[in-house]
């Protein structure tokens, strides 16, 4: 089954089609064509994940899914939340996120957080949102050079390594994408 996942970040693409299985070919945004960026103009998680995969469903006449996920810092009150991706400003910055996030909770002993993300799949005109969360806190420094956005700063409750430190494989197993993709996935066979 083809099923169009709306992103172009191949790190994203590759962390879910080894989830997904040989059942599904995943088509990125560039695979049916859209070059555009996607609208994210919701306050919300759930908001952006339907937002995007609408227009994706509407325009492209595709099923698909589209997530969208954030990191949320206990100490300073969900941020970066629905910002997690721009918090340093629209250069979408990796470094400068991280940079400007560590520097905002250097007040702070509490550094407990969690990744949140949420996919919305719209199937046969069917819309159905899967969530999934990954709970840890926040290390005082970068540690390992896998994965992407946060990763480097996140160790999840239970483990001595941040997902940057990770396999793949590993990651997936306890990342809230893989566990919002993991509901994803079961819905998906159900459906086929």
Same mark, same amino acid.
Do not use: W
């Given at each position: 089954?083809?099923?169009?996942?709306?992103?172009?970040?191949?790190?994203?693409?590759k962390?879910?089609?080894?989830?997904?299985?040989?059942?599904?070919?995943?088509?990125?945004?560039?695979?049916?064509?859209?070059?555009?960026?996607?609208?994210?103009?919701?306050?919300?998680?759930?908001?952006?994940?339907?937002?995007?995969?609408?227009?994706?469903?509407?325009?492209?006449?595709?099923?698909?899914?589209?997530?969208?996920?954030?990191?949320?810092?206990?100490?300073?009150?969900?941020? =970066?939340?629905?910002?997690?991706?721009?918090?340093?400003?629209?250069?979408?910055?990796n470094?400068?996120?991280?940079?400007?996030?560590?520097?905002?909770?250097? =007040?702070? %002993?509490?550094?407990?957080?969690?990744?949140?993300?949420?996919?919305?799949?719209i199937?046969?005109?069917?819309?159905?949102?899967?969530?999934?969360?990954?709970?840890? %806190?926040?290390?005082?420094?970068? %540690?390992?050079?896998?994965?992407?956005?946060?990763? =480097?700063?996140?160790? =999840?409750?239970?483990?001595?390594?941040?997902?940057?430190?990770?396999?793949l494989?590993?990651?997936?197993?306890?990342?809230?994408?893989?566990?919002?993709?993991? %509901?994803?996935?079961?819905?998906?066979?159900?459906?086929?």
């Amino acid at each position: 089954m083809k099923i169009c996942f709306a992103t172009n970040n191949l790190n994203k693409l590759k962390e879910i089609q080894t989830q997904l299985g040989e059942d599904f070919e995943l088509l990125s945004l560039s695979d049916i064509g859209c070059e555009e960026e996607l609208p994210e103009n919701q306050q919300t998680l759930e908001g952006n994940s339907r937002e995007k995969a609408l227009y994706v469903a509407n325009k492209y006449n595709v099923s698909c899914f589209a997530d969208d996920t954030g990191l949320e810092v206990d100490s300073l009150g969900g941020e =970066p939340g629905v910002y997690s991706a721009r918090y340093a400003g629209l250069q979408r910055s990796n470094d400068d996120n991280i940079a400007l996030l560590l520097e905002k909770l250097k =007040p702070f %002993k509490d550094r407990s957080a969690q990744f949140r993300t949420v996919i919305t799949l719209i199937l046969n005109g069917k819309e159905v949102q899967f969530e999934g969360v990954a709970k840890g %806190k926040i290390t005082k420094e970068i %540690k390992g050079n896998g994965g992407f956005g946060y990763d =480097p700063v996140f160790q =999840p409750f239970g483990h001595e390594r941040t997902f940057a430190e990770m396999s793949l494989k590993e990651k997936n197993q306890i990342s809230h994408r893989g566990k919002a993709v993991e %509901k994803l996935v079961v819905y998906l066979k159900q459906e086929v």
